[in-house]
């Protein structure tokens, strides 16, 4: 009962490198969230996924890319790193459309991802 | 903007006393959600409320609901020091199909042994 799995958990970049930040499911769930946490912000949305193939923007969506080729991964990419980016990113899941009502969407979450950006 | 809004930013309590959190949001919602986490750990849920009901019941949990003010408040009777973690709301926002789970700054619960 893996859940949800992020990786890495640790990395550093360089200013203007990229990199992409994995997320896996495995309780067949349809939708699919990628957060960042700072200090005092609060967990700000950066995109989100209703479904396979589909993306869609949350609060903080600039600079970083998404895609969801397959239900149980869900990919955070950074395309040109900037020091701004510096956080800890989280990932999550939710409902599960053949075992709860849409209403009853509790989210998963992974462990996190700690992202320095130099 | 962040649609949930928690109250106090942060509250220390002696072991065995109850705390209160409060939830301010700001749109219709299907349900809200609390969520606990631990220092450098990812965010557990502890109980959802759905936009129909006023009251909900988990163990040491008791969490209301004020659709007319747009509020929530959640309640942990008989603290310990375990308790100790942020606490968060989050609100799943009426707006069509989709589902887009939006989250509080947080509050830093502190239980004192």
């Known amino acids: 009962n893996a859940g949800v799995t992020q990786t890495p958990k640790f990395r550093v970049l360089k200013t203007g490198q990229s990199m992409t930040l994995l997320c896996a499911q495995d309780?067949?769930?349809?939708?699919m969230y990628w957060y960042r946490q700072d200090p005092g912000m609060g967990l700000r949305l950066i995109h989100y996924?209703?479904?396979?193939?589909?993306?869609a923007k949350g609060e903080v969506p600039d600079g970083y890319n998404v895609s969801r080729l397959k239900k149980q991964n869900f990919l955070l990419g950074l395309e040109s790193a900037a020091p701004s980016q510096t956080s800890v990113y989280f990932c999550?899941?939710?409902?599960?459309?053949?075992?709860?009502?849409?209403?009853?969407?509790?989210?998963?979450f992974g462990q996190g991802t700690r992202l320095t950006v130099v | 903007s962040q649609q949930g809004e928690e109250d106090p930013q942060a509250l220390s309590i002696q072991e065995g006393e109850n705390a209160t959190m409060n939830c301010s949001y700001k749109?219709?919602?299907?349900?809200l959600q609390w969520y606990r986490q631990n220092s450098g750990r990812g965010l557990v849920h502890l109980i959802l409320i759905r936009s129909n009901e006023r009251e909900k019941h988990s163990g040491r949990l008791r969490v209301t609901l004020d659709t007319s003010k747009k509020s929530s408040s959640l309640l942990i009777t008989a603290s310990r020091a375990a308790d100790t973690a942020s606490y968060f709301c989050?609100?799943?926002?009426?707006?069509?199909?989709?589902?887009?789970?939006?989250f509080g700054k947080g509050i830093t619960l502190s239980v004192r042994p």
């Open positions: 989050a609100t799943d926002a009426v707006g069509g199909a989709n589902s887009k789970l939006t």
């Open positions: 996924s209703v479904g396979e193939g589909t993306t």
């Open positions: 309780m067949n769930h349809e939708y």
């Open positions: 999550a899941s939710s409902y599960n459309a053949h075992k709860v009502s849409r209403w009853n969407t509790e989210a998963f």
């Open positions: 749109t219709s919602i299907n349900n």
